[in-house]
């Protein structure tokens, strides 16, 4: 499936990784926290550029980070790799990517079913 981001500029990094602790936050104090509890479009394209690279994986993010608009498998798929190679806050980083991923496709589903 085809996800597109809304925000046209990348947060800067200092902004992603406030974002993204505070969202692991909310998250980890709730018991069955929604998948709607995600970062912003704009963390999600600034995580993006942090991890693109010429890597097959980094190229992917680079090509999100670059259009805002990929398939959610794909960037799934690369974020996970790319899981395997960073920093524990790097991986923490990648793994909020990966739930904006379920969020976007899980809004779809929403929209689709109504």
């Not at 974002?19 to 993006?48: M, N, T, Y």
Request: aromatic letters at 6%.
């Amino acid at each position: 499936m085809i996800i597109k981001c809304k925000a046209t500029a990348a947060a800067p990094d200092l902004h992603v990784v406030t974002e993204v602790a505070g969202v692991l936050d909310r998250r980890a104090a709730l018991k069955r926290p929604p998948v709607s509890l995600a970062i912003s479009d704009a963390v999600a394209l600034g995580i993006a550029g942090i991890f693109r690279s010429p890597t097959p994986s980094g190229e992917v993010l680079g090509r999100f980070y670059r259009s805002g608009s990929i398939d959610s498998g794909q960037l799934i798929e690369a974020a996970r790799t790319e899981q395997g190679y960073a920093s524990a806050e790097g991986h923490a980083a990648l793994y909020c990517l990966i739930g904006w991923v379920h969020a976007q496709v899980h809004a779809r589903h929403q929209k689709s079913d109504h």
